[in-house]
């Protein structure tokens, strides 16, 4: 079966949902990834569907019209001082289609994050959606084995392991460790490359807007996507040069196609 892929809001950062459903269709992306759950970040559209009907609906005319679905919404962060209660947001993204939602720990106090989890993913399962957990460098769980870890101990059929194909390979997963849990502990993946070390500046930088097209860094992907399940990439490729160089729409459609390029190279 054809891979599928996803647009992701980081990749072309900063963009309104309306256009990022069309920029997503016009590459030739199968799904777009909408971030509904707004972080606060600078220049970040403050997209809550909850509170706005009117733009519900918008988006999903939209969707219809270029054929494009909703794979997931994002971002549940776990901390203290955020919200518990996401069920209105989880309404609206599920409406729209979507099945997954992103989410990531933002506190030390991991039994606090348990306990958060449990609810979380008790509310998604209302809705039909699976709670994706990633181990990002700039979060609190930075690594595969504190993920794995925290889904045994909130030990919900719902939340699943996220692997962003960066911070694995920053921690050093190996296909050992993706296979030491079973395949349907995974949920989807975010799919880009890393520089190679004579490019790379600093972690952040990287993480934030330098991420390298598929296959025009160091990262070793057919190993990864061979020991995962063959589940939807969303292509997350913040990289600030090339979205000057390229435009909003060129980037998109570059990192679509590079990352075409490797799976038929690897017959992933």
Known sequence: MQRKFSLAYLTIPGVEAMDQIRIAADAGYDYVSLRTIPMGQPGEPQLRLEEDPPMLERIREAMNEYGVKLLDIELVRIREDL?????AAFEAGASLGATN?????????????????AKICEQA?????DVNLEFPIVSRITTFAQAVEMQRRVNMPNLKIFVDT???????????DIKSIPPENYGII????????????DTLHI???????????????????KALPAHPCSIELPNLVNIHKYGGYGHAKRCLQKAKELFAAYDL
């Open 125 to 129: 399962a209302e809705f039909g959606l």
């Open 190 to 201: 975010h799919l880009c490359d890393c520089p190679h070390k004579e490019k790379f500046l």
């Open 207 to 225: 993480v934030r807007e330098a991420r390298e097209y598929c296959g025009e860094g160091e990262i070793n992907l057919p190993m990864l996507l």
């Open 166 to 176: 960066l911070y694995a390979h920053i921690d050093g997963v190996t296909e050992e």
């Open 101 to 117: 939602v992103l989410s990531s720990v933002w506190t030390d106090n991991f039994d606090f994050a348990a306990e958060r989890y």
């Open 83 to 87: 919200p518990e209660d996401h069920r």
